[in-house]
């Protein structure tokens, strides 16, 4: 009460929306006649929020995992907080803290949705370079100061058969072979060798098992399945030859399965030279038939370009000489003439007439390049021609000469 006959109504204690968000409070008035009258009246109170309250996470820790060489943006799974108060500051988003895994920002792993939390992978992981990396997300809410929260989550990645046995021993190399030499007194199970393989994968999909693909004499060796140690089956004989090869094939035991091939050259001979010699041979023998397959190939190539050149110059003589007789026949019409005039001849008081009597045979056709002149013998043999002085007469077989000379020379 106050002493001007007002009341106030007081709290007894802390309020809390969260706990109880809203009150109904009756409150009677009565004097202290006899009898007592009162009134009474009702009020509603409503709790107004106050951002006391951060977002709490449902789980202290997150733990997920995920296969290998997935693809980017997939979602991974999804962290959840919830925050007590109401309205804004209720309102809780997702933020991936700062941090580095193996010197890679962890931003460039995953990525969160600031909305709903879901976790994604930004790329794909490779089980062999990453198997597991930890970070943190925090939820913040919206109030004025914000409220946060965090907490942490770690990523498990889980393999897949996506690598091949790697075979460490024998060394494959292409410049020069590699025997295991085994003694003709070599007696049953004797150790020839053995393959050492490995396979970066984990689990089953790193056991291994060795088979004998092919060999030489696959009476006279064996591999051993889970060792790959190749031992001799039965006793060795004179009659073995002394170049052995066995291929055997290092199989994973993942789904599928993927497998891998070495070759082991072994060398059946009690000595060293023995063992040189044969190897040596086969050794030529594969570099001789590489070269000669790149001859053959060069030899096929030049006959080719040969050929080819061949065939164009043929073409491009034909085509000239094809060009020129057309040139020729067109051209040919319109040749000038050219009038000849035999040694002999003297024009007789500008009538021109000959000074001798000639008899020819002219053969025409009517294409003009191809008319003849052919001379006949004079009309009388006993005819006596005079020089063009008019002073030296001729006999009959001087004269005759001198036109067949005319006319050889015509």
């Known amino acids: 009460s106050s002493p001007d006959g007002f009341y106030s109504l007081v709290t007894d204690s802390n309020l809390d929306r969260e ?14 006649g006899v009898p007592s009258l009162s009134s009474s009246v009702t009020l509603f109170l409503q709790i107004s929020d106050v951002n006391d309250n951060a977002p709490v996470f449902e789980k202290s820790s997150y733990e997920a995992f995920v296969q290998e060489n997935n693809t980017p943006g997939l979602s991974i799974f999804t962290v959840r907080a919830r925050d007590a108060d109401f309205n804004q500051n209720a309102r809780v988003s997702y933020i991936l803290e700062d941090s580095s895994v193996n010197g890679v920002p962890v931003s460039s792993l995953v990525s969160v949705s600031a909305d709903s939390g879901v976790i994604h992978a930004v790329r794909s992981f490779d089980y062999e370079q990453i198997k597991d990396f930890q970070f943190r997300v ?7 100061p914000s409220l946060s929260s965090n907490v942490s989550v770690k990523i498990i990645i889980q393999d897949q058969n996506d690598n091949a046995p790697q075979v460490l021993y024998p060394v494959q190399s292409g410049a020069s072979v590699v025997a295991e030499i085994v003694p003709r007194s070599a007696d049953v199970g004797y150790l020839v060798t053995k393959v050492v393989a490995v396979d970066v994968d984990s689990g089953q999909n790193a056991w291994l098992s060795y088979k004998l693909q092919k060999a030489t004499d696959r009476a006279l060796f064996e591999v051993g399945l ?3 140690e190749i031992r001799t089956v039965r006793q060795v004989t004179d009659k073995d030859a002394v170049k052995q090869r066995l ?14 091939t070495v070759s082991v050259n072994v060398a059946v001979a009690d000595s060293f030279p023995e063992v040189l010699s044969e190897f040596t041979d086969f050794a030529h023998d594969r570099e001789y038939n590489d070269n000669l397959t790149f001859y053959l190939v060069l030899a096929l190539a030049v006959v080719s370009f040969l ?9 491009s003589v034909k085509c000239y000489r094809w060009r020129r007789e057309r040139m020729f026949y067109k051209s040919g019409a319109n040749l000038p003439v050219i009038p000849y005039y035999p040694p002999l001849y003297a024009d007789v008081g500008g009538t021109g007439t000959l000074q001798h009597v000639y008899n020819y045979e002219v053969c025409r056709t009517t294409d003009s390049r191809k008319s003849d002149v052919k001379y006949g013998r004079p009309c009388s043999e006993s005819i006596i021609s005079l020089d063009t002085s008019g002073t030296q007469t001729l006999t009959h077989a001087q004269r005759g000469k001198l036109i067949n000379e005319e006319f050889d020379d015509q």
């Open 226 to 228: 889970q060792n790959g």
């Open 138 to 144: 925090k939820a913040q809410d919206g109030g004025s």
């Open 19 to 32: 706990r109880e968000s809203e009150y109904n409070i009756s409150v009677t008035c009565a004097d202290e």
């Open 247 to 260: 291929t055997v094939v290092v199989e994973d035991n993942g789904q599928p399965s993927r497998s891998a």
């Open 307 to 315: 050929f080819i050149v061949s065939i164009i110059a043929i073409l």
